[in-house]
Structure formats: structure tokens, C-alpha cells
């Protein structure tokens, strides 16, 4: 069975991206991936001098080459940008560039959003470095706890930096995560059950999760403190009913689950690579899963261990320091059952074995110092001090850096077509190896010995001269580690030896044809094992005949499979877009949209934020018109399916509820701040807040009700083929939205100004994020009114209206929680 | 197996510095590094299985072992090992007492106000219903007695630590926590801020003198006291410059009618071994620098450099200063 000639020159122009600059429109997966783990590894480089910076200053007593000022902002951003621009973006960058490869994919199910999401975090991170290039960059630590990072102690603009910056990568971050879930759910190759997924799909699943619901409750705490700095919304100051805890509670709510966001993709890249070289599958291999997932739920129940010293309740503290230690033994598990791997396997000991080594030894001796500091009296003397630095380096670099360097000579040939040099990389290891361990050991005595972290400066005699000067050497070799390292990758990159197919003796499908085709396979295979090119004979060899789902363009259309979450049948064809601007340019807006926020150009802000809805909708608006698309398409010889635009259950549906999810996280995250607050910060109950219920708020609840009854009914009437009876319901929905808006508007100026007291700043945050969730409800609604006009949908194709039905809903729902925060708590308040 | 360079470290370090936890003088610090020596060795045998398995991976090639030793293998070392020796390592945890104790009544309580970037210390005045009797970036306490600490903080969060008596408590505004150290054996630590808050969070340390009863009771009594009268002429010149340059607004010195309550009392500052937060040690030369260059000295401190003084006002001013026994 040969596939007609000229197929394959098709298939190549329906996915290739536009050449020159117009490549920036480009939204296959491979380059985002790239960009992003490029773009990492920039800001990485900055990030490391950063830290030569501080090594330098620190290596004697008494130093000067930096002031204090210059040395808070370094330090600051040193952390900041490992962390944020770093560590979890070269990473989802590594998912990008290898999820859809390793699953059978031919590019992510909303490849979009991959593009928007690499636009924010570039851009977030420009910001961010633009202010260490003005020299205001933020000071007052990666954790930038108030009062200290507060307008009264903070006035420049170097903490906005950090709240803009970081919260526009996080947006990135969330983004991604989005995508990758869904891109695991409902994109693996057909056959390919849940347990048959690579294990770095299962590990970028349980990541994608602790993101979703990890990032928001920062989200939240920098769009409060951004409030309180830009307009004096009081929620972490302690004379008007916040609490500078709040804060830190916010943070760590984010902050733990960000460590194993960082550490449990690293793992689950070595889980891929070191079977290769150790030609043996990975062992216990549905340990490693439950381990994966195990942790990130642990992560979720750990955020207090960063704060044993604030004083909060000795049973409260118990509880975390043994959830804490809990913790080492997924840990353990996915150790050695990695050791175990080699250990069973015929290895290779090439360069990636080599810093899965590393890993070992360094991530365990920071598991040990974890297991240490969880418990609290130990804390108490380690916590802030040289130790803790200690501990966090041999963690992160020993988690996340070792791994992902390894993960990039395994990765260079499938990714350059050419092989990395062995000699570059294994004397890079081992002066990265050893140069790290000279740096970071000595800083555990240094910190037992009491010397606090974050100083620019210590005076002699206190025992900690050698142990500095020792760290400042071996992070110099540390840097000429990495620079003969990355030095070897890209000269390999263009002077390599070419590679044939799949260098290594690959199990999994990235390898089937090295470097891969701009459309990733030729046909999409159906999957039967684990290691489908170590077990399924001749299957490279189908693939690369078009032997499979979706051989054929079908006019020029990115045609993929999509498959039931489960069991991986296919369900539907996947039509996706090509290059567009849309990303490029809604991101473009949003970063002005931020700037005018951080400049305080409140009118460009305004602007910005019209500009981006228009955006969205430009985005959103769909290319074709339901009529003139085909409504199955044949995925095999014999095979016909629906097509995925439209249909019911098409992955936009999966991604709806994974968005719901983060979205409920960011609303808890605020009922969180009211009943922590509540609960615990001084000048509670609020004395200047009397307890009234005026009659718009409460008549509000009736436009409401009513306008989620019409959006159902909206739904049932396209089903039962009624587009006027859609576009009437539709209508109704919208005007009942806009009569409750403006009732509630109209009670939230009977509430107190935002200034006042905490409460009625977060009574005013939670009213707001009512309006805007119904806005974003009839925006789609409207959207879908405007396509019905057009003739759009039909009984079993109305995806759009489905979603905005169950948006609608869900923001209503949001107010069962909402009226009784803004409305009601004021009648519960003992006074 | 890379732990035994730090064992190695430690016991060279046995001396360690007056700020170290690993010279303990009070019950809480002690049995801390107790803790920290259970949970070394703990680390040195979970270090010792893991090289064992490492060495068998990737140094013996020829040596393979089959599934069932390996489940073995990663059983133990990830489940049993961690679920026998974590409740453990918990329960040796939680049977110290930790620092905070507000419950304890009755202990003597000294209230630790910080500011940035400096201490203050207020005794009950040995005299009953008598003003606290206040000092600055030297705290002394009585051997053998628990202190109680009352951790306050004028504006952002800081954090009291003595590492050689016990664990740290974080001052955060709007709250107040309790630290209950013990000292039992006279002698001179050094403690410091460990929370980041601000510019000179380096320069932010304090002197402790842990003195035996009788010792420390006289010491209270010396304090209580108001400042001494100037002696020669030098030095009354110096006491008039200090109020003209309205020294007395933010500085305090009991009976010279300054009574500022924004920075450090003065009231027995020539008693004290450090100034500027155990920045500088306590001579005429260093107060003469210091007040006419505080911001080259302390960039970010509170308080301005007066560099309009001449030299002679400046020595005047420190002799002065240098007369507040």
C-alpha cells in the first residue's frame, strides 16, 4: 500500500511556518519549544552572572565591590529570575518542544494559546529585566514579604517590577498548563492508553495540575498587592485589618507547589532518557506514576514549613513538619527506582547517565537537609541563614539543572539532527558536578555557624571566611563548567556529526524519524506498547510510509487525531490553525496593558484593556463558518470522523473545565484572604463596618437566576434545532446580565470605600471578580448570538453555546459564595 | 558519601565563631544540635545505601541484579526505611520544647523592639512601678533563669535570633510573639536579625552578655540610672552641641532632658562595647565617624550624616558621649 506522490509535499506545506521575520507568527509546537527553552536559558545567563555577582561580593569580608543597594537588587533578581524566568519555563519549554513528539502528536490541540503563552512570558520577563537595566530593579527578595516591599517602605517602582513581571509570566504559566493538560488528555496517538503514556507525560500531568491550582493563590496575592500599592486597598496592613501574613501564606501557597513544578518534570525527563541509555525500561514504572502524583498532591499541604518562625500554633506546626517529612518518601521511591533502572539495565555510559548521577547525588543530599529543616527546632536554627541557601541550591540545581542539562545533549540530536560532542559534555559534568559541591557544601556549616542569608556584607571573625571564599571558588568553576558545556551543545549544533535515525536505541516515538518532519509523522501510528519502537516491529518504518491516522492534508488542513482521555480511541479530527499574528499581538497588548499599570498611565491602561478584549474576540472569532466546513473527515483508509470544531466533546471542552479548575483555585485563594483575615489579623471584626443589606444587592440575585435559566434555555433550543429561539434566549441572557451588573454595581457603592478597612477592600475585590467573570460569560454569549445570526450551529454542533452555558453558570454560581462575603459576613461579625 | 567532608567540616569547626549554633550555652540551642547530630547520622546511613545501589549502577557493569532484589532494593530504601525512621526523627523533634512560650507567666520578660536597623532592649525597672529602663543593641541577661522575650517591631518584619541559646522568632507588625531562652553559662554571644528587612539587614546586630545573677542585678541597677553629668569642659560643650543639633529628638539621655524615643537611648552608651548595631567598636574615633558620616558607614540608616560639624564639635560631641557611663 503505497501513499499517493506528492502527499508528503503537501503535508509539509500545510504545517510549515512563513520564513524570515514573518516566522514569528509561527505556532507549530516545535518552535514555541524552542523559543522557550532559548529564551530560558537567556535569562539563566543573566541569572548566573547575578549570582557571580554575589559569590564575588561575598567571598571576603568587608567587601565593597557592591553597595547594598546594588546587592538587595541582585540577590532579588538572582532568585526571581532562576525561579520564575528560569526554572519553570524551560521546562514547560522542554514540554512543548517533546509532549507532542513523545505522544504521537502532530503539534499541541490549541497551538495558539502555546504562542500566547511564549508571547507573555517573553515579554513579562523584558519587563523584569528592564528594570535592572534602569537600575530599579526589585530589592526586597524573591518572597517580597510586606511591610518591607509596602508603598511606606518601597516607594520606588522596583517592587510594581516584580508584581507586573511575574505575574505576566505566571499568566504564561497557567496558559501553558492549560494546554498541556488537555494536550495529554486528549492527543495521544490512538491505542496509547493511559498506560502505555511516556512517563514524562505523566509527570508533565501531575505538574500541569499542581500549576493550575498552585499558581493562582499568587495571582491572586500580586493582584491584591498591587491594589494595595497602587491604590491603598489595605489587605496587609495591620491598622486597617490586613496582615503582612496574609501574604506570606499566599506566597507558600504557590511558592511549595513550585518546587515540585520544578523538580517533578526534571524527573520525569530523566525517567525518559536514562531507560534509553540504561537499555532497560523504566522500573516500577507505575511507582513512578503514583509517586508523581503523590507528591503533587503532598505539595499542596506543605506552604507553613516556610514560615515555622512567624509564631502560628505549635498543632499547626506538627502538622506541617510531618506532612513535610512525608514527603521524602515518594522522593525516595522515584530515586531508586531510577538507580534501579540502571542498575537492572545494559548501560551506556554516555553523558546523560553521567548527570543522572548527579541528580542522584546531589538531589538526595538535598532531600536529606529537606527531611532536616522540616523539623521545626532545626528550622528554627537553619531557617534564613547560609544553610537554608544551601539546602534550596542542592535541591534545585540538583532536581532541575543536572537533569535538564542532561536532557539537553539527549535531546540535541533529535531536536539539531546532529550529535553532541561526549568530551565537551563529560568534562562540563564533572566540573559542574564538582565546582557545585565546593560551592554549596561549605554554606551548610556557614549557616549553622549563624551567618543569615541575604547580607551584602559580613564582618570578619566569626568563622565564616573560609567557607565563603571556598563557595566563591567553586561557583567560578561551577560557570566554566557551564560555559564548556553549553559551549559544546551549540557548536555541536552546527558543526556536529549528522545522526541517523534515532542515535540512541530510543524506545519512544520522538526518535522515529531524528531530526523530526515539520508535520512530526508522517501518519499518526497506533500505539500497542510503552516503547512502541523497542516492541512494535516495523513501526518506523509504517510511519515514515504513511501508514496511519491523518496521512493525507485533505486540502491543506493540520489534521491530527483526537482521542478519549482513558483509553486513547480516536474520537475526532483535530482541524488546526496555522501561522496567525493573533498571539503575538494580544500578548503585545497585554504587556502595554502592564506597563501602563506599572508607570501609573492609568488611561493607557484603559486602553490597553479595551484593545486586549478586542483581541480576544478577533482570536476567538472562528475562521470559517460551520456550513462551509466539512463535517467528518477520513482519518484512515475506511476511518471517517467527525471533525473536532464544533463537536460536542472536542478538546476545547477538556480545556474548559482545566480552566474552570484554575479559575476556582484563584476565587478560594480569595475566600482564603477574607476568612484568614477574619480569623486572624487584628482590627477584626472591622468597627467602621456597619451590617446592612441594601435592596439592589439582594433584588440582584433575581436578573441573575433568570439569566443562567436562559442560558440553558438557549442550549436546549439549539438542540432541538430552534436558531431563533436560540438567538431569542441568547438575547435574554444578555439583558438580564446587564440589569444584574448594574444592580450590583449600584449596591457596591453602598458598601465602604476600599481604603477603609480590609474588608471592604476584599468586599470590593470579590464584587468586581463577579462582574468580570459575567462579563467574560456574555462576551461569549454574545459571540455565539453573533454566529447564530450568521447561521452557525446546529443540534449536535453548538460547542460554542455549550461553553458560555456552563461559564455563565459557573460565574453564577460563584456568587453563592460572593453575596454572603460582600453582603451578608457583615452580620456574622461578633463585635 | 558526600556528606563526610561536612562531618569532616564540623569537627574542625568545633571553635566556630560567637554567633554559631554549634556552641550551644542554653538548653534549647543544646538540644538542637542534638537534633541536627540524630539526623546527620541518619543522613549518613540513607548517603551509605544509596552509594551502595549507585556504585552497584554505575560502577560494576558486570554485576546485574534481578527484579526481585531490585523491588527489595527500592522498597526499603524509598517505603520502609523512610516510614520507620520519619516518625521517629518527628517524635525527637517535638519532644523539645520549642522557644515560643507565651504561656510562661511569671518569667522575666524583656521586651526586644526592632527597628531598622537596630535593637532595643526594655527592662522592668528594678524599681516596682518604676519607667522601663531602655538600651540599644546590647542585651544582657541573668545565667541559669529562662528569660522571656516580648518580640516586638516598630515597622517591618524582622527576626531575634542568638544562635548559641536557641531557636528564632520573627517580630512582625501587629503581633506579638515570646521567645523563652536560657543561658547556662556566663559569657559574651553575638546575636542578629534573620528575616531580610531592608539595606543594612547585614549591619543589624546585637551584643549579648549572659552575667551571673549578682552581676546582672548590679548591672540593672547601673542602668536604671540617669546619665551621668558631663566632666570638663569638652564634654559640656559637647552636651550643648547634642542639643542644639537636636540630638534629642530621636536619641534619649535620662535626665539631659533628650528624650526621643526613634532611635537608640544613649542615656549609658559609653557602657556599651559596639555602636551602630555592632558595626563599630566603641572609641572616639568611631563615634566621631560615625556622626559625621553615618550614611558612608550605614547607607540607609535613619539617621543623617552630620557632616556640617566641624572637628572640634565633633570631639566634643563624643566626649560627651564618651562620659554617659
Known amino acids: ?831 | 558519601m558526600r556528606l563526610l567532608p561536612l562531618l569532616v567540616l564540623l569537627l574542625v569547626a568545633g571553635c566556630g565563631g560567637d554567633q554559631s549554633s554549634l556552641d550551644p550555652t542554653g538548653p534549647n540551642a543544646r538540644d538542637t544540635l542534638w537534633l541536627f547530630k540524630l539526623t546527620l547520622w541518619v543522613s549518613v546511613i540513607v548517603c551509605a545505601m544509596v552509594a551502595l545501589a549507585v556504585v552497584q549502577a554505575w560502577l560494576l557493569p558486570r554485576f546485574r541484579l534481578g527484579a526481585r532484589p531490585t523491588l527489595w532494593m527500592v522498597a526499603g530504601g524509598g517505603v520502609v526505611l523512610p516510614a520507620i525512621v520519619l516518625p521517629l526523627l518527628l517524635v525527637a523533634s517535638l519532644r523539645i520544647p520549642w522557644p515560643f512560650a507565651e504561656e510562661r507567666e511569671g518569667a522575666f520578660t524583656i521586651d526586644v523592639v526592632a527597628w531598622q536597623f537596630w535593637w532595643e532592649f526594655r527592662y522592668p525597672n528594678p524599681v516596682p512601678g518604676g519607667p522601663p529602663v531602655v538600651t540599644a543593641n546590647e542585651l544582657h541577661i541573668p545565667v541559669g533563669v529562662p528569660v522571656r522575650f516580648r518580640l516586638l517591631t516598630e515597622d517591618v518584619i524582622h527576626s531575634f535570633w542568638i544562635p548559641t541559646l536557641g531557636g528564632k522568632v520573627d517580630m512582625i507588625p501587629g503581633r506579638t510573639n515570646y521567645a523563652l531562652l536560657r543561658a547556662d553559662a556566663p559569657g559574651e554571644f553575638r546575636g542578629a536579625c534573620f528575616e531580610f528587612c531592608g539595606l543594612q539587614h547585614a549591619n543589624m546586630a546585637f551584643t549579648v552578655r549572659a552575667l551571673p545573677q549578682a552581676e546582672w542585678q548590679d548591672w540593672m541597677w547601673r542602668e536604671a540610672r540617669p546619665a551621668a553629668e558631663p566632666e570638663g569642659d569638652e564634654a559640656r560643650k559637647g552636651r550643648e552641641i547634642f542639643t542644639a543639633a537636636g540630638c534629642g529628638s530621636c536619641h534619649a539621655v535620662r535626665g539631659h532632658g533628650a528624650e526621643g524615643a526613634t532611635a537608640p537611648d544613649l542615656t549609658h552608651l559609653a557602657s556599651r562595647r559596639t555602636i551602630g548595631a555592632g558595626i563599630l567598636p566603641n572609641t572616639r574615633s568611631s563615634l566621631t565617624g560615625w556622626i559625621a558620616a553615618t550614611q558612608q558607614i550605614k547607607p540607609g540608616a535613619n539617621m543623617p550624616s552630620y557632616n556640617g560639624l566641624t572637628g572640634p564639635q565633633l570631639h566634643a560631641l563624643a566626649a560627651y558621649l564618651e562620659g554617659l557611663r
Open chain 1, 1 to 831: 500500500m503505497t501513499r499517493p506522490a506528492g502527499e508528503e509535499a503537501e503535508l509539509t506545506q500545510a504545517w510549515a511556518s512563513p520564513p524570515g521575520w514573518r516566522a514569528l507568527s509561527a505556532v507549530n509546537h516545535r518552535p514555541m519549544g524552542a523559543r522557550f527553552v532559548v529564551t530560558a536559558f537567556f535569562f539563566f545567563t543573566i541569572a548566573g552572572l547575578l549570582a557571580l555577582l554575589i559569590r564575588t561580593q561575598l567571598a571576603v569580608p568587608n567587601n565593597t565591590v557592591l553597595g547594598p543597594e546594588a546587592y538587595n537588587q541582585v540577590f532579588t533578581m538572582h532568585g526571581t529570575m532562576m525561579l520564575f524566568l528560569f526554572a519553570v519555563p524551560v521546562l514547560q519549554g522542554a514540554a512543548t518542544y517533546l509532549l507532542p513528539l513523545m505522544l504521537g502528536a502532530r503539534d499541541l490541540p490549541f497551538p495558539r494559546l502555546g504562542a500566547f503563552s511564549f508571547w507573555c512570558y517573553l515579554f513579562g520577563g523584558l519587563i523584569l529585566l528592564s528594570s535592572l537595566v534602569i537600575g530599579a530593579a526589585p530589592d526586597a527578595g524573591w518572597f517580597i514579604y510586606p511591610p518591607l516591599s509596602g508603598k511606606a517602605f518601597s516607594p520606588g517602582i522596583n517592587v510594581d517590577f516584580w508584581l507586573i513581571g511575574v505575574t505576566f509570566a505566571e499568566i504564561a504559566g497557567v496558559a501553558g498548563a492549560i494546554e498541556l493538560t488537555v494536550s495529554i488528555l486528549r492527543s495521544r496517538a490512538p491505542g496509547m492508553s493511559l498506560s502505555r503514556m511516556p512517563l514524562f507525560a505523566w509527570y508533565m500531568l501531575a505538574t500541569a495540575g499542581m500549576i493550575l491550582i498552585g499558581f493562582p493563590p499568587l495571582i491572586l496575592g500580586s493582584i491584591l498587592f498591587e491594589l494595595e500599592r497602587a491604590f491603598d486597598w489595605p489587605f496587609f496592613d495591620t491598622s486597617r485589618g490586613g496582615d503582612p501574613v496574609l501574604w506570606q501564606h499566599l506566597f507558600w501557597l504557590f511558592g511549595h507547589p513550585e518546587v515540585y513544578i520544578i523538580l517533578l518534570p526534571a524527573v520525569g525527563l530523566l525517567a525518559t532518557f536514562v531507560p534509553v541509555h540504561a537499555r532497560q525500561p523504566a522500573f516500577l514504572h507505575n511507582w513512578l506514576v503514583a509517586s508523581a502524583i503523590g507528591t503533587g498532591f503532598l505539595s499542596m499541604g506543605l506552604w507553613a514549613h516556610h514560615m515555622y518562625a512567624v509564631g502560628i500554633p505549635q498543632m499547626s506546626l506538627a502538622f506541617f513538619s510531618a506532612a513535610s517529612s512525608l514527603v521524602a518518601i515518594p522522593s525516595g521511591i522515584q530515586v531508586f527506582a531510577l538507580i534501579a533502572t540502571v542498575g537492572m539495565g545494559r548501560p551506556v555510559f554516555r553523558t546523560p547517565l553521567l548527570f543522572a548521577l548527579g541528580f542522584v547525588v546531589i538531589f538526595v543530599l538535598g532531600g536529606l537537609t529537606g527531611v532536616m529543616v522540616s523539623l521545626v527546632p532545626f528550622d528554627l536554627v537553619a531557617h534564613d541563614t547560609q544553610f537554608v541557601v544551601a539546602h534550596l541550591h542542592y535541591v534545585l540545581i540538583g532536581g532541575s539543572v543536572f537533569p535538564v542539562l542532561g536532557a539537553l545533549h539527549h535531546w540535541w540530536p533529535a531536536a539539531t539532527g546532529r550529535m553532541p560532542s561526549e568530551t565537551t559534555g563529560k568534562i562540563g559534568f564533572w566540573l559542574l558536578f564538582v565546582g557545585f559541591n565546593i560551592n554549596f557544601m561549605p554554606l551548610h556549616h556557614t549557616g549553622l555557624a549563624g551567618m543569615p542569608r541575604r547580607v551584602y556584607t559580613y564582618p570578619a571573625g566569626l568563622g565564616w571566611e573560609w567557607s565563603n571564599l571556598m563557595a566563591s571558588a567553586g561557583s567560578l568553576m561551577f560557570a566554566l563548567g557551564l560555559l564548556i558545556f553549553l559551549g559544546g551543545l551549540a557548536h555541536a549544533a552546527f558543526r556536529g556529526r549528522r545522526t541517523q535515525d534515532d542515535p540512541w536505541g530510543a524506545g519512544t516515538l520522538e526518535w522515529i524519524a531524528t531530526p523530526p518532519p515539520v508535520y512530526n509523522f508522517r501518519a499518526v501510528p497506533v500505539i500497542e506498547s510503552r516503547y512502541p519502537l523497542w516492541d512494535q516491529a516495523g513501526l518506523r518504518g509504517a510511519v515514515l510510509n504513511g501508514v496511519g491516522f491523518m496521512p493525507d492534508p485533505q486540502g491543506g488542513r493540520r489534521l491530527a487525531p483526537a482521542t478519549t482521555e482513558v483509553e486513547a480511541v480516536p474520537e475526532m479530527a483535530l482541524d488546526l490553525p496555522g501561522p496567525t499574528w493573533s498571539p503575538l499581538v494580544t500578548a503585545a497588548i497585554f504587556a502595554g496593558l502592564f506597563l501602563g499599570i506599572l508607570v501609573q498611565a492609568y488611561a493607557v491602561a484603559v486602553a490597553g484593556a479595551v484593545a486586549a478584549f478586542v483581541a480576544v474576540v478577533v482570536w476567538m472569532w472562528p475562521s470559517e463558518r460551520d456550513h462551509d466546513l466539512p463535517r467528518e473527515v477520513e482519518a484512515a483508509p475506511g476511518l471517517m470522523l467527525p471533525l473536532a470544531r464544533g463537536h460536542h466533546r472536542s478538546p476545547a471542552w477538556t480545556a474548559l473545565w482545566v480552566t474552570l479548575a484554575a479559575d476556582a483555585a484563584l476565587y478560594a485563594s480569595l475566600a482564603f484572604a477574607f476568612f484568614y483575615l477574619w480569623g486572624f489579623a487584628a482590627q477584626w471584626p472591622p468597627a467602621v463596618v456597619r451590617a446592612t443589606l441594601s435592596w439592589p444587592a439582594v433584588t440582584a440575585l433575581l436578573p441573575l437566576v433568570a439569566s443562567v435559566a436562559a442560558a440553558w434555555l438557549a442550549e436546549r433550543a439549539i438542540r432541538r434545532d430552534d436558531r431563533a429561539g436560540l438567538v431569542r434566549w441568547l438575547a435574554v441572557a444578555l439583558g438580564t446580565g446587564v440589569v444584574f451588573l448594574l444592580l450590583q454595581g449600584w449596591a457596591a457603592m453602598a458598601l465602604g470605600p476600599p481604603s477603609r478597612h480590609a474588608r471592604d477592600a476584599l468586599a470590593h475585590v470579590t464584587w468586581i471578580f463577579q462582574a468580570f467573570h459575567l462579563l467574560v460569560a456574555m462576551t461569549m454569549a454574545g459571540m455565539a448570538l453573533a454566529r447564530a445570526r450568521l447561521g452557525d450551529f446546529a443540534p449536535d454542533r453548538h460547542l460554542a453555546v455549550r461553553i458560555a452555558t456552563r461559564f455563565w453558570t459557573y460565574a453564577a454560581l460563584l456568587w453563592v459564595v460572593g453575596f454572603p462575603l460582600v453582603h451578608l459576613a457583615p452580620f456574622l461579625f461578633v463585635r
